[in-house]
Each structure stands twice: as C-alpha cells, then as structure tokens.
C-alpha cells in the first residue's frame, strides 16, 4: 500500500485554480533547471532501453524518429554485433532523413578482452569515418559508462535541459546492463531481454562546446510521426555473413532535434478557462501482483471489530490483562472492544496474512501425502482463439522502420499477411512457454465459418444447430472439456506448433460462439485466460454485429464469474468499431484490450502472457478512518468510509487506486494521524483461501506545501494516468483533460519545493510526457473513437506505477524483479528469431 503523499491533507476550505482547456495541445511545464556552478549545464536524459525485442515496437520507432542522440552498442566478443551496430547507424539517418546525427559507438563488455573479437582501433577508425564518437565500455565494472552519455551530450545541440537518447544494438549486446549501470549503479547481467523500458537520468555536464550551447536553428526533415508500427521479424537479428554498410562521407554538423508532433484540432473548440478545485495527494495506491509472493501466515484467526470492518493490526494499541479479556479499542470506529489473545499473536508488520480455508484435500493419486506437504499449485491454461476468417488472408504493408531496414538487408519482403503475423505470434509465445513453463497447457481454437479444437488432436466442432443458443454452446464446450486431454507442452508444444503452421484461411466469423464454447471449456479451471485474436465483424451465430451486442456483457459475466480472463487483441483494418463491442467480455474479466498493427501481435501478445494471473476471486476492502470518505464516480462508494470491490483473477500487473478526502461534517476536528486498512480475500493458485491485511497510519496536516513538498510523483502520476483514462472512455473528455493538468502542476510545485530533488524530478518529467501523449490522444479529432477508446483501456491497465517509476530506489525494485535469470536455452531461442 503506498500514498501519493507522505502527509494526509484535511484542509476543506475551497482551493480553486485555472486550468486551460482545449487548447488543443497540454503544454509542458519548464523546471528552469540550473547548475549551481557556471560551468556546468542540467541535463535531464530520456533513454529508452530498447532491450533486445525481436519485434520492434511503435515506440522504438518513435524515438529512432524524435531522438536527438544515439547509443549504439556492440559487444567486443561478438563481430557479428559490429557489424549490425554499423547497419543500424545506416539505418538511424534513414529514418531521420539527415547525413549525420549525435551518436557515440560504445563497445561493450571490455572486461572480456581475452575473448575479444573486433579489434579496438578498428572500430574506432569505423566510428571516425561515420562521424560518430567512440568509446570502450564495461557495465560490469562501470568503466566509461558515464563518459559516454557526457560524451554524446557534448556532440548534441542543446535546445532546452532535456534529451531525448536511444541506445540500440543487436541482442545480448549488453544494452539494458549499460543503461542501468549509468542510470542506477548497479549491474544486471540477467535483465529479461523481452522488456523495452525507458528510465530518466539527471546529470551535470561541464564543457558542452559554445556552438552546442547556442545551435543555429534548423528546420528539419518533414516527418509524420506514426504511432502503430511494428516489426514482423528481427530488425537488428542475426546477420551472418553480411558486411558493413559503406558510408565514407563526411560528417555534417549535428542536425537539431525533431520538432514535437503537431497539436491534433481541438475536439471541443476554443480554448476556455475552468476553475476547479485543487488536487491533492490523498491517494492511496495497492498493488496486487504482491498476491503472487509465499505469504507469511499469522497464528490464529483476524481479530474483527464488533462495531465496524476493522482487523487488528501492528497499529492496534492492545491494553494488558487476561489473554482472554484483553482491551482494544479500535482506532478506526472508537469501539472498545474486547479480545482474547497472547503477545505473539498481535501483528507486528504492515503487512499479514490470515489462513481462511486450507485447500481442497488431494487425489489420492497425488504425490502429496503428508499434511505438511504444501498443497501443489494448478497448472495455467491458456486458449488462443484465432480468426481464421477469409479476411485474416489480407495483406499487410510493413512500417517505414521494417522496410528500411529490410532494404539494408537486400530483401524483397514488402507485406504480410494477418494471419501469418497471428502464426508467427503465437508459435513464439509457445517457444517461450515450452522453455520456461513446460507445466503451463495449451490450446487452440481457430474459427471462421468452422470452429475447431486443436490440443493434441484436431476435433472439428459441430455446433451449427446451436450457434444461436449461449447455454447450449457452454453445456457443449464443457462437453469437449470432458473428452478432450490438455496437455503440459512438455508434452504437446510441437504438435501445436505445427497445427498453428497448417492454419487455413475459413469463410465467415462466428466470433461469438467460438469464444462461447471457449468459455465453456474452461468452466472448472479458475485462473485460465483467453486470448481473442480478430479483424473483422463477427457475422455467425450469437454474438453477430449488429443484431446481439449485448452477448459480449453476458460473457464477460460468465467469465468473471469462473474466474476466466478474456483478453482480446484487435487488428487494425480501419473498420474497428466492432472491436468496441466485443471488448466488453474483456473489460468485465479484466482482460486486456488492444488495437495493433498486426506487426506488434508477437510483442503484445508476449507481455499478456507475462502479465500472469496471480489469485483468483478476489475481493478488496478499503477502510478509511470516519472522518475521511473516498471521492468516486461510482454511487456505492463516493462519500463513504468503506467500498469493497469483485475483482475476480488479479494479474501480476494489477493495481487498484483510491481516492479520499476530510468529510465536511469534520472540518474543525483536529486529528494527527489518522489509520488506513486494505483487505484483500484471495485463493492462491495452490487452493487456499487467505486473508491479507495492510495497515498504515499517516500523519495529517492542513499546510499544501507541506503536502506538496512531500509528493510520491509516481503513485500522482499512476492515479492520474488512470483516473484520467477512466473519465474519457466514459465521454468527460473535458473531466480527464483538466485532472491530468492539475497533476501536472501540483507535482511541477513538489519538485519546485524540493530543490530540484533528482528523482522528483525525473518523476514530474516522465509523468508529463505520458500525460501530454494521452492528452493529445484524446484531443485529436482524426482518430476513430474505437481507437480512442483501446488506447485509454490500455492507459488504464498498463500506466501503473510502474510505469510512472523513473528513477531512484523504486526504480531499483523493479530492476531486481525483473532481473530473474531467463535460462540460456530461452535466450538462445529468442536471439535467433530472424
């Protein structure tokens, strides 16, 4: 449980500001960032990681288009990355239309020298002739890593405090290593090559050359920023045998950054003045993806209040007397209450867990046969529902990106077909699982004017005489359920790589009884997933657009309600407001909804697989003290002290945000510190039914620059984001746009009061420039409201803390838990993808 602020605010009299809205654009705030010393510059750096992916995202595409400067790595043991760093410099003037750029050419992993393949002198004699700079590396001992990022932001023209760097390189390179060396000094040497990340450093530079300083303006190359691309095979893989790109041309001088996208038509007209109510930072955030962690399980029963929800807590002041009639007067309601238990059966952390049922008893075949054995946990079940309609066949041009490096490599390739990219998708999802999940079990079910169920065997599915009728389609998934054997893919994951290769092109959609019968399937494995993978409009049986809308909100019921994730990735056609509709099943499971160039399938459909279910039905109770209420849309919590939620499975990913402020009826109780409780009933994926309680105590203030002063930017900016997100799916588009200013600007007043404190501002600044791209997403008149309305789910869903994390020790927590060693065989794998 974290807070947006260190201190809970109470002051209730009206603070009104001026929020500017509509002006078609969110401007950034300036931080008037300056050295102490004369000498020096601020310089605020931007890097985006972009790992080793094979897929190539929107993002990275946006910033090989916008970045002012590159780091290009190579690995020193490895000549093959030489020579693909070279083609992938090429490759950054192509898409930046220009004959230089700032770029420094860093060989990495001088430590192995022993093992060295390319000579030192002749990458540097390389670089030279590119105009780049060039420097040996190490991210394991930290040599030269900090000269690097000084070195290149010498070469860049400085048109503000910020810079926008990418670091690219072929896979294995070392790239993720160096960036968190710089970033955070620590070294990672099994960092998951699959995320592409982006962190914000502060530094100050000394000596940036005057003409730097003081760049002459240039207009440069018209460029339309696109914002769905993505990469169909490995743009920067293996490239035997391949030379480096000639490029003897001498160097121009550095061209000045690319202009920030333009300001998309207002939606809602002229620019207008609003007065609002100030923001604050009485947030309280929880992250759920903690459910997946081994609990430690407290001695006994939770101790309830007899008066209110309350359980005794570390914040509980327990009086002393018999074990049996021990006083406790609860710290939420007042009421004294009287309780029977020993010293070590008082919590002493934040955080506990109760035991609330133990898990269903085992079958008497299981290897598990002493009680003390712990319970063993189900396997995961994963469907991949494949459109394989006639529309699926329809080809795909690549991105700008794709293409120009497919020109690099003499290649011919121009488009793709849908459903080769769905193929590619999903034979790679099961590469990863075979390797590092050979428990997990697999299936698929492919259907246009035929439905199928392919596991270990293929079975064609007769389900005509009743694809108009929900419940004969469930009763006849469950049947399947019975007959058919699902395998580990320890098993079967090349029988169902091999189906996904036969996949054939089938007539019509019937979208609807497919994902029925799916359903149905699953009904007795809670914490299952579906993944939905369409283009067009479904045209056959229950579920056909736009006669039966309102099936897709009774699956998604269905669903919730075995504890079934249904998450649906769209392609885009330029029709996509059917997408709308069948997205409701997964917004009610809590799914995740996507709208994708059909080349970002492989990437996408990789992170909802990661995103794994942690618990299953699940329920959440947030207790706020009674003078606080929380501040919601929804009529059941707004102005309450108490709001409970169902939220079925929880993925690792899964956050919950709330709320609060004083209760008028209180604004003259004076009160210094005040208690907060979430509990959170859940069954752990080994059966059990557990309790867990957290329990904090704040302390309270009526200053806003105390408040202020004392922001947690990232739980801000994650609410925000959210809440945000929220509003303008609902149609408050004028809502949204005006939280995520006021969030703007209360943490533009933190990093103001803290003295340019290095992680509050590398905070603001990663919050700001989300923000102003989903402000301008929701600004821009030009995009189909479908499109509209996937992109603020996925802001919704994924813009957690995260996310909203840039710098400093939080930072360092996500980096330790994303450094789980992936085996060597996975990673070998993955490198190959060509």
């Not at 108009?468 to 169902?496: C, F, H, I, M, W």
């Not at 609807?512 to 045209?539: H, M, R, Y």
């Not at 704040?698 to 806003?704: A, I, K, S």
């Amino acid at each position: 449980m974290e807070f947006g602020s260190k201190y809970v605010y109470m002051k209730t009299a009206d603070e009104d500001e001026e929020i500017e809205i509509d002006d078609g654009a969110m401007q950034k705030l300036s931080l008037d960032l300056k050295s102490k010393n004369e000498d020096e510059q601020v310089c605020l750096l931007d890097i985006l990681d972009t790992a080793g992916q094979a897929e190539f995202s929107a993002l990275r595409e946006q910033y090989m288009r916008e970045s002012q400067a590159f780091v290009i790595v190579y690995a020193i043991n490895n000549k093959n990355s030489f020579q693909e760093a070279l083609d992938i410099h090429t490759l950054a003037l192509r898409m930046q239309q220009v004959s230089s750029v700032p770029a420094i050419l860093c060989g990495n992993k001088s430590d192995l020298d022993s093992e060295r393949q390319v000579p030192t002198d002749e990458a540097e004699k390389e670089a030279t002739a590119r105009g780049m700079a060039f420097l040996e590396t190490s991210a394991k001992t930290g040599a030269n890593i900090q000269e690097a990022f000084e070195t290149l932001i010498k070469r860049t023209p400085r048109y503000g405090s910020e810079y926008k760097i990418a670091v690219l390189g072929s896979g294995g390179v070392g790239k993720s290593s160096v960036i968190i060396r710089f970033t955070q000094d620590m070294f990672v040497s099994d960092y998951d090559p699959t995320i592409e990340d982006s962190f914000r450093k502060t530094i100050n530079v000394k000596g940036i050359p005057k003409d730097m300083l003081s760049p002459k303006p240039k207009e440069p190359p018209a460029m339309k920023k696109r914002k769905s691309a993505g990469f169909f095979k490995n743009p920067f893989g293996s490239l035997k045998g391949r030379g480096a790109v000639s490029h003897g041309a001498a160097a121009a001088p550095p061209p000045p950054p690319p202009p920030s996208r333009p300001s998309a038509p207002s939606r809602r007209g002229p620019k207008k003045i609003q007065k609002t109510k100030k923001t604050d930072g009485n947030i309280i955030l929880v992250s759920l993806g903690t459910l997946e962690n081994d609990p430690q399980i407290m001695t006994g029963d939770a101790v309830k209040c007899s008066n209110c929800p309350a359980i005794l807590s570390h914040v509980s002041e327990v009086g002393s007397g018999e074990s049996t009639k021990r006083p406790w007067k609860c710290e939420f309601c007042d009421h004294q209450n009287e309780v029977d238990m020993t010293d070590e059966e008082i919590p002493k952390e934040s955080q506990v867990d109760f035991l609330v049922d133990a898990a269903p008893e085992a079958s008497s075949d299981s290897e598990f046969t002493m009680a003390t054995d712990k319970p063993q946990s189900q396997a995961e079940v994963v469907l991949y529902c494949i459109d394989v309609s006639s529309s699926m066949g329809a080809q795909t041009a690549l991105p700008q990106l794709q293409a120009e490096w497919y020109a690099l490599r003499q290649s011919n390739i121009t488009s793709v077909s849908r459903l080769d990219c769905i193929k590619q998708a999903v034979q790679r999802q099961l590469d990863f699982h075979e390797i590092e999940t050979p428990e997990k079990k697999a299936g698929l079910v492919p259907f246009g004017s035929i439905i199928k169920f392919l596991f270990e065997r293929t079975s064609q599915v007769d389900f005509r005489s009743v694809a108009n009728n929900v419940d004969e389609l469930l009763k006849l998934g469950q049947e399947y359920a019975r007959t058919e054997t699902l395998k580990p893919l320890s098993e079967n994951a090349e029988t169902l790589k091999g189906q996904v290769k036969n996949l054939g092109l089938a007539g019509c959609t019937a979208l609807g009884p497919a994902l029925t019968l799916a359903v149905g399937f699953l009904s007795k494995l809670p914490g299952s997933e579906i993944v939905l993978c369409t283009d067009g409009l479904p045209n056959e049986g229950v579920g056909s657009l736009p006669r039966d809308p309102g099936f897709y909100d009774k699956i998604g019921e269905i669903a919730k309600n075995q504890q079934t994730t249904i998450s649906v990735i769209g392609i885009q056609t330029g029709q996509e407001y059917e997408i709308e509709t069948v997205s409701k099943a997964a917004a009610i499971t809590g799914g995740n909804i996507n709208l994708l160039n059909p080349h970002e399938l492989s990437a996408k459909m990789r992170e909802i697989t990661q995103d794994v279910v942690v618990a299953t039905n699940v329920e959440v109770t947030a207790l706020l003290h009674p003078y606080l209420c929380f501040v919601s849309v929804k009529a059941d919590v707004n102005n309450k002290s108490v709001a409970k939620c169902t939220l079925g499975n929880v993925h690792k990913n899964t956050e919950l945000t709330f709320r609060f402020q004083r209760k008028a009826e209180f604004k003259d109780v004076e009160v210094p510190s005040l208690p907060f409780q979430i509990q959170v009933h859940y069954t752990t994926k080994d059966g059990r039914r557990l309790l867990r309680v957290l329990t904090e105590k704040r302390e309270t203030t009526v200053d806003r620059d105390q408040m202020e002063t004392n922001l947690n930017i990232p739980v801000v900016g994650a609410t925000a984001m959210k809440e945000s997100a929220a509003l303008a799916q609902r149609g408050d588009l004028v809502g949204a746009k005006m939280y995520l200013k006021q969030n703007q600007m209360m943490s533009r007043n933190c990093v103001l009061k803290a003295s340019f404190n290095e992680e509050a501002s590398s905070a603001y600044l990663n919050y700001e420039q989300q923000a102003v791209e989903m402000y301008d997403e929701m600004d821009d008149e030009d995009l189909p409201e479908m499109n509209r309305q996937a992109n603020m789910a996925k802001y919704q869903k994924e813009k957690g803390l995260v996310k909203m994390t840039a710098a400093g020790a939080g930072k360092k927590g996500i980096i330790k838990a994303r450094s789980k060693p992936m085996s060597s065989l996975h990673q070998a794998k993955y490198y190959s993808y060509e």
